[in-house]
């Protein structure tokens, strides 16, 4: 602080009168520098020159009643009022910039003698915790809005001295009261621009701004927020102002505005504003000079429509660094390349990515090293055009490519053309999986869509597949790898191709992988409705009505075409909205997966042994399921009871499944038998059909 520095000099010099011409040019610059003032009171008072310190400070507090700084003031006397007031002039100083700066408070009264504030006025440590105490909760005042946390915006309704709390009228939740003492924890006071207080006070405003003015509204919203926001942060906080339908068209028109700023965190882009364009232009251009090419590429794509001059100077800097790569990190500069062609700017470069595939000595390995799928594509498709070699080149990318749409390319070309070359990679892959996991996991997603794989022993391909869940190599392919054995997946398909010998052999093999239990059971059941000799345990048959048959029909076919594909759909849609650690819409799709697929496999596994209740050729000699029976007490009480199946169970309408207690009591009975229930002894008086 050079003004410090000087007043410190003055000080040491004892030149008191420049001193004080220095201490009325800062006043009248900046009356509210109180860092400065207080610090310079600090110095003359060490050197003895209390009487000045007293004097220069009482202009300060002159000049900020003048000017009716009442916060500034209240700051003044709580650092500096003991150089110039008594401990009871200081309180009544303080009181009446209070005063002053709640003018139009109705609460300041009471909360002053909720607080004490009058009480003790000698002891200025205890007046000044009182003062603090009162201005956090006038933040609070009737009519302040306000922002609670997970409960979003709302507004005092009362302030309740005598239960000493305050009432909150909150967006869709119940209104509830939060005590003083809580109140500065649990409540945040809304400036008047602040997005959620203007959404609450003034929303047609926002309205027409979103319309009128799209940047202006996204500036507001970033203003309101100290910390940069993400798309789904903004998009959550427009809430009730920009709809859905209209998110799209608005977002990519705000975006643009010249003081919104964006950068990457994590791989999400993050947005945040600057104070002008000038600013926001500079801020650019530091961080470009700052990061590394990666950060680079990404900067120029999201601003390169700011600025003319500005997108000149960062594309002739990509330009010189992608010369200056070619030799030693030749990915490098095919990644700036393919940036520059988008803009149309690669031209201008001595070569291209043809000349580097042709020249690089290991194109397999060079495309590997780049990380953006796409441009790994294209680096594969110029192998073709421009290496005789190019079935060498690809046997060995599919040998270390991990994306398996890529390797699903990479194969299709290579088996088209030179299906011997394929069924080598294929080999080389089943003979060593941990050394290539990736590559395995694909050729498990792919069964036999695959030519090489239909030669192959199935049961030897289910082996390895289970065999891989309990490996390290694949510890991050587990979820893939799970995938293959659900409905559908590329492991189920080798299934079809098993032995009955085989089929006995791939239980024992599913019986030990560590398979969620669930698709552990799917899995041997099917194998038993294929092969039933394998099942030396049948469950018992189910009976049912046939109306509750269809409906469990009705139920499964609505699992398996509608609610299972809309989960997936739902689960991809929320996987892209980020950061799954905080992504409740993805755990709750997950959760709802998890759900389906048992369900799934209860209704499959119930409906594989169901039998339909007849009556037809039933024998009512002795109570059965599907019969309802009259009983009667000593006293002459009855009542009608009806042996069905659990699917049908209903005991408000005396309907018992055959495996509940009084089903099994009732099993086997004739007429003329009793039973005991209810604590009463009942005799079996009819049978009959249970629709007669």
């Given amino acids: 602080m050079a003004g410090l520095e000087q007043a410190s000099q003055l000080i040491e010099e004892d030149r008191l009168d420049d001193l004080e011409d220095l201490w009325l040019v800062k006043l009248a610059e900046n009356p509210e520098d109180l860092d400065f003032f207080t610090a310079v009171a600090k110095l003359l008072d060490r050197a003895k020159e209390k009487e000045m310190a007293t004097?220069?400070?009482?202009?300060?507090?002159?000049?900020?009643?003048?000017?009716?700084?009442?916060?500034?003031?209240?700051?003044?006397?709580?650092?500096?009022?003991?150089?110039?007031?008594?401990?009871?002039?200081?309180?009544s100083a303080a009181v009446s910039s209070l005063e002053s700066l709640y003018s139009d408070?109705?609460?300041?009264?009471?909360?002053?003698?909720?607080?004490?504030?009058?009480?003790?006025?000698?002891?200025?440590?205890?007046?000044?915790?009182?003062?603090?105490?009162?201005?956090?909760?006038?933040?609070?005042?009737?009519?302040?809005?306000?922002?609670?946390?997970d409960k979003g915006a709302g507004q005092v309704i009362e302030v309740n001295m005598e239960l000493e709390s305050f009432k909150v009228e909150l967006n869709d939740f119940p209104t509830l009261r939060v005590g003083f003492a809580a109140a500065a924890k649990l409540l945040r006071p809304l400036e008047d621009s602040h997005i959620e207080r203007r959404k609450l006070e003034d929303l047609p405003s926002l309205l027409a701004l979103k319309n009128d003015k799209p940047g202006e509204l996204l500036l507001a919203v970033l203003q309101s927020h100290d910390d940069a926001m993400t798309t789904a942060e903004i998009r959550k906080t427009l809430a009730g102002v920009v709809d859905d339908k209209e998110w799209n068209g608005w977002w990519a028109n705000a975006k643009k505005h010249p003081q919104v700023l964006v950068s990457s965190a994590k791989s999400r882009p993050t947005y945040q504003w600057a104070a002008?364009?000038?600013?926001?232009?500079?801020?650019?251009?530091?961080?470009?000079?700052?990061?590394?090419?990666?950060?680079?590429?990404?900067?120029?794509?999201?601003?390169?429509?700011?600025?003319?001059?500005?997108k000149t100077e960062m594309i002739g800097a990509l330009q010189s660094l992608a010369d200056q790569a070619l030799e030693d990190t030749p990915d490098t500069s095919l990644r700036i390349w393919y940036t520059l062609d988008k803009l149309g700017t690669a031209?201008?470069?001595?070569?291209?990515?043809?000349?580097?595939?042709?020249?690089?000595?290991?194109?397999?390995?060079?495309?590997?090293?780049?990380?953006?799928?796409?441009?790994?594509?294209?680096?594969?498709?110029?192998?073709?055009?421009?290496?005789?070699d190019w079935p060498a080149i690809y046997q060995e990318a599919l040998s270390t490519e991990e994306d398996p749409r890529l390797l699903s390319k990479l194969a299709?070309?290579?088996?088209?053309?030179?299906?011997?070359?394929?069924?080598?990679?294929?080999?080389?892959?089943?003979?060593?999986?941990?050394?290539?996991?990736?590559?395995?996991?694909?050729?498990?997603?792919?069964?036999?869509?695959?030519?090489?794989?239909?030669?192959?022993?199935?049961?030897?391909l289910i082996r390895q597949i289970l065999d891989s869940l309990h490996q390290s190599e694949f510890s991050s392919f587990k979820s893939r790898l799970h995938k293959t054995f659900e409905t559908g997946g590329g492991a189920t398909i080798l299934f079809t191709r098993l032995s009955e010998e085989q089929a006995s052999q791939a239980e024992q093999a599913i019986r030990r992988a560590p398979l969620d239990e669930h698709l552990q059971e799917t899995l041997v059941r099917y194998l038993h409705?294929?092969?039933?000799?394998?099942?030396?345990?049948?469950?018992?048959?189910?009976?049912?009505?046939?109306?509750?048959?269809?409906?469990?029909?009705?139920?499964?076919?609505?699992?398996?075409?509608?609610?299972?594909?809309?989960n997936r759909r739902a689960i991809e849609e929320a996987r892209e909205m980020g950061d799954l650690r905080e992504n409740f819409e993805y755990k709750s799709a997950r959760q709802r997966h998890e759900y389906l697929n048992s369900r799934l496999a209860s209704l499959q596994g119930d409906l594989s042994r169901v039998q339909p209740l007849s009556t037809d050729k039933l024998d009512f000699s002795e109570a059965r399921v599907g019969c309802r029976m009259e009983l009667r007490t000593a006293t002459g009480k009855s009542r009608s009871v009806t042996i069905l199946g659990p699917w049908e169970s209903d005991p408000d309408r005396h309907i018992v499944s055959y495996d509940s207690d009084l089903g099994q009591e009732l099993l086997g009975k004739k007429i003329g038998d009793t039973i005991v229930f209810g604590e009463q002894t009942w005799t079996l008086e009819a049978i009959a059909p249970w629709r007669d």
Avoid at 291 to 296: C, F, G, R, V
Wanted: glycine share 4%.
């Fill in 276 to 310: 002008s364009e000038d600013h926001a232009l500079e801020d650019v251009r530091q961080r470009f000079g700052d990061a590394d090419i990666q950060e680079k590429l990404e900067i120029l794509r999201k601003n390169v429509g700011r600025d003319s001059e500005l």
């Fill in 412 to 460: 299709d070309e290579l088996g088209r053309q030179e299906p011997a070359d394929l069924k080598s990679v294929v080999d080389d892959i089943l003979g060593q999986p941990r050394r290539r996991p990736a590559a395995f996991v694909w050729l498990a997603e792919a069964g036999e869509d695959l030519a090489p794989l239909a030669e192959r022993n199935p049961l030897r």
């Fill in 55 to 91: 004097f220069l400070l009482e202009l300060v507090d002159e000049q900020l009643q003048e000017k009716r700084l009442w916060s500034p003031r209240l700051h003044l006397l709580e650092k500096s009022g003991r150089h110039f007031l008594d401990p009871v002039s200081v309180h």
């Fill in 105 to 149: 408070s109705p609460s300041l009264d009471a909360l002053s003698e909720k607080v004490g504030l009058d009480k003790a006025v000698e002891d200025t440590s205890k007046v000044w915790k009182k003062i603090h105490r009162l201005r956090s909760l006038m933040q609070f005042e009737n009519g302040s809005y306000i922002w609670m946390k």
């Fill in 529 to 566: 409705v294929r092969y039933p000799s394998l099942d030396d345990s049948r469950e018992a048959p189910l009976y049912a009505t046939q109306e509750s048959i269809e409906a469990r029909r009705q139920e499964l076919e609505t699992l398996k075409l509608e609610e299972i594909p809309a």
């Fill in 347 to 388: 031209a201008d470069l001595s070569w291209s990515p043809s000349t580097v595939v042709r020249d690089h000595p290991r194109p397999a390995a060079l495309a590997r090293a780049l990380t953006d799928k796409p441009i790994r594509a294209r680096i594969y498709e110029l192998c073709i055009e421009e290496r005789a």
